[in-house]
Every structure is written in structure tokens, then in C-alpha cells.
């Protein structure tokens, strides 16, 4: 008899023409909120690789996870960005504008 199980893996990348990052993997059990997101992903790990690949010269756009629409995050990117689209600016979810998912999954196989 076979067992199903369900496992989640939560991961962060940036994406760009210049190239990406590595993927950065959330501890299991670790809940995104608005400080893990600001404190950990942004400016711990995404933003300074990010920062290296480009030479600091980059647009920064995010998913509509909530911890990534909060205003404090939202305020972080703001003040700490050299360029950064808003919320309201970002495009529908769209399989064409997720290139994410590709990454993820050569790496996992």
C-alpha cells in the first residue's frame, strides 16, 4: 500500500536577466512573517546577492505573498532600494511572468 505524504518546501530566488541566485530554503516549520521576510530573506540573503549580480543597479518586484505586501516590507523595500515596484504596479499572476518555478524545479529533480 502506498502512503501519500505532503511536504512543503519553501524557497526564495531573485530572477533576472543577468542571471539568479541560488536558492535560499526556508527552515522547515518556519513561519513567513513580515520580520523573517525583511530580516532573513531580504536583507540577510536575497538583496545582497542580488546586489552583487547587478552591481546594485536593479528594479526589485516581489509575488503578492502577504508578508510581501505588508507595509513594513513595503516601507524596507521603499527606503532601501535603488528601484522597486510597487504593489500596485505589479502585473496578474501569470504562468509567462513566473519564471521562479523553473529554477525550482531543475533543482529539486
Keep these: 500500500m502506498y502512503t501519500t505524504l505532503s511536504e512543503t518546501v519553501m524557497v526564495s530566488v531573485g530572477v ?7 536558492l535560499f530554503f526556508v527552515e522547515p516549520g518556519v513561519k513567513i512573517n ?17 546586489g552583487q549580480i547587478s552591481g546594485n543597479k536593479f528594479v526589485f518586484q516581489q509575488d503578492s505573498a502577504p508578508a510581501h505586501r ?16 510597487s504593489p500596485e504596479q505589479w502585473p496578474p499572476n501569470s504562468p509567462d511572468l513566473n519564471p521562479v518555478d ?3 524545479w531543475a533543482t529539486m529533480q
Design 16 to 22: 533576472s536577466k543577468l542571471g539568479c541566485t541560488d
Design 34 to 50: 513580515v520580520v523573517y521576510c525583511c530580516d532573513v530573506l531580504l536583507m540577510h540573503k536575497l538583496l545582497p546577492v542580488v
Design 70 to 85: 505588508a507595509c513594513e516590507t513595503i516601507e524596507l523595500l521603499r527606503r532601501d532600494m535603488p528601484d522597486f515596484i
Design 102 to 104: 523553473y529554477k525550482i
